[in-house]
């Protein structure tokens, strides 16, 4: 049977690929702080570890590590820079330490946050970023971007199997429902079934592509699983761009709500535009995403409206 350890594996992202893990057959151990889930994801057959990825450390064995863990929303990272630091830094070593140990693949989420205000959109691989190194955001962008450096550094000097995931926001079923996690997909849908007024910042005209969960899954399990992927870093995410302002609008649609659209200070370091090139996800993962928009928000609006009953 296959081993797989998930850091971060109660969260958004991380409980869609536990759950994939075990219809695949294999044994999962999730080391997880819940610093930014709000409720137990992981079923009682994976093994949990509540401890923060920093101070987890193991003499077992797997087949996979993947590390997961880390503050990915922006109003919550900007609170907590410092633990937002340590998880992309201890947290990145650890990992790498364990997978080391097992002769493990590694697989890592990085982000398209990488790219900081890119200039070049959509965004390839290529693209080495325009990023504020000491910024509001520098805890999560920089953090990102040293577990690159250092993922890659592993794999150049022990051979170790790495894989470094880039993905552009994911959101869909699983995603934390409540206005407090700061994501733009869950808070305007938040807003928008209860009637509040939705809050865009700055003039609304940045723009975002997004990837619907199901769509982040396939890529992910065919990155990890797939042979000859070893030291390579892909875009996942979507072509597609949206602006904010059109995005408020398309759920304030799709839900059929009297919400007002309200204009508040743009946030700082926010990028203007954000899109991803997946030219090396079609042609290394042959895969594209399957999900529209509509589609992918019509899903998480009605998993919103079950959670809410
Ligand atoms: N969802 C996206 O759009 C997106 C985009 C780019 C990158 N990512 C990356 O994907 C990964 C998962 O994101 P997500 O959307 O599932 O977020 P999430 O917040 O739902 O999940 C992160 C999980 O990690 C845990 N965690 C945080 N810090 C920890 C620590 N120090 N030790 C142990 N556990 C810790 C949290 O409790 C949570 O369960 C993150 O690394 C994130 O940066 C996500």
């Known amino acids: ?31 997880d702080d819940m610093s930014t889930s709000n409720q137990m994801n992981v079923p009682h057959e994976v093994k949990f570890v509540g401890k923060r990825i920093e101070d987890f450390s193991t003499n077992e064995r797997f087949d996979y590590v993947v590390h997961l863990a880390a503050r990915p929303s922006p109003d919550d990272y900007v609170k907590h820079p410092v633990d937002t630091m340590l998880s992309n830094s201890i947290g990145t070593k650890n990992t790498l330490e364990i997978a080391l140990k097992s002769n493990a693949t590694f697989m890592f989420t990085s982000s398209s946050e990488v790219y900081g205000d890119a200039a070049v959109i959509p965004t390839p691989e290529t693209y080495y970023g325009y990023v504020n190194p000491n910024g509001i955001r520098s805890c999560y962008d920089e953090g990102k971007r040293f577990s690159e450096a250092l993922i890659m550094s592993y794999h150049r000097e022990y051979g170790l199997d790495t894989r470094i995931q880039r993905p552009f926001n994911v959101y869909g079923s699983g995603i934390r429902e409540d206005g407090a996690y700061g994501r733009v997909i869950p808070r305007f849908i938040d807003w928008s079934l209860r009637g509040e007024r939705i809050i865009v910042h ?3 005209k940045q723009t975002r592509s997004f990837l619907y969960v199901d769509d982040w899954l396939e890529a992910t399990w065919e990155f990890l699983t797939k042979d000859g992927l070893s030291g390579d870093v892909i875009n996942i995410g979507s072509e597609k761009e949206i602006t904010i302002v059109q995005l408020a609008q398309k759920i304030k649609g799709l839900i059929g709500s009297s919400s007002e659209i309200f204009y508040d200070i743009a946030r700082e370091n926010d990028p203007r535009r954000r899109a991803a090139d997946i030219t090396l996800a079609k042609e290394k993962l042959d895969w594209e995403p399957n999900i529209s928009l509509d589609e992918g928000l019509v899903k998480t609006i009605e998993w919103f409206r079950r959670r809410m009953r």
Do not use: Y
């Open 1 to 31: 049977m296959k081993r797989v350890l998930i850091s971060g594996g109660n969260g958004f992202l991380g409980s869609h690929l536990v759950r994939e893990s075990l219809a695949r057959g294999f044994e999962v151990t999730v080391v």
């Open 202 to 204: 700055g003039d609304g």
